[in-house]
């Protein structure tokens, strides 16, 4: 007989939460399923019934928030391309980040998870979406780098302040949004002829 699918559920958010805390402490690296088993006091078999390996883990931990930045961004992308359009990715990344802060700053800092395939693809494929949206779709090193700058500017003011209120946090990164665009196309003149 097999536990009913909403007490499998329960279980898979537990271990999902464990796994969280314990990567969170030593790293995707440094944590086993093992030491994800002992942390809940079950058996690694319980673990393995809802995970069937470590990056199966990692990808039910990531998924929730890769699938809510892709719907946000979505909702930009069906907008008019206008020069609105980047304020507007700003502010779908800085909602992202609030909405998964604890997954989001665990990740920003785990290099063994960055690599790993369910987090690798899907960041790739956020910051393609990003080069569009930020810079007007600018297909060259100056896009991709102000790219760069706007999504670690924004998660890093998030992310390190844990504490801070989310209403205050958007406030304050709607202003940095704003000089980070006005120097985009600053520096995008420069380059002009």
Not at 150 to 158: H, P, Q
Not at 165 to 176: H, I, K, M, S
């Amino acid at each position: 007989m097999t536990a009913p699918a909403a007490s499998r559920s329960e279980s898979a958010c537990r271990v999902r939460d464990a796994a969280l805390e314990l990567f969170a402490e030593h790293g995707f690296d440094g944590t086993s399923l093992q030491q994800i088993a002992d942390r809940l006091g079950i058996t690694k078999a319980a673990v393995y019934y809802h995970f069937h390996s470590k990056d199966d883990l990692l990808a039910a931990l990531v998924e929730p928030a890769f699938d809510d930045l892709d719907a946000l961004l979505g909702q930009v992308e069906a907008l008019p391309a206008d020069s609105a359009r980047p304020r507007l990715a700003l502010q779908a990344f800085t909602e992202y980040l609030l909405q998964h802060r604890s997954t989001a700053a665990w990740m920003s800092r785990d290099a063994g998870a960055l690599t790993r395939p369910a987090v690798w693809e899907r960041t790739r494929q956020v910051e393609q979406r990003l080069d569009v949206l930020l810079t007007s779709g600018d297909a060259d090193p100056l896009a991709r780098f102000w790219t760069s700058v706007f999504t670690r500017a924004v998660s890093g003011a998030i992310l390190d302040q844990p504490d801070a209120d989310e209403q205050w946090l958007r406030t304050e990164v709607a202003e940095l949004g704003k000089h980070l665009l006005s120097g985009y196309r600053a520096a995008r003149r420069r380059q002009q002829p």
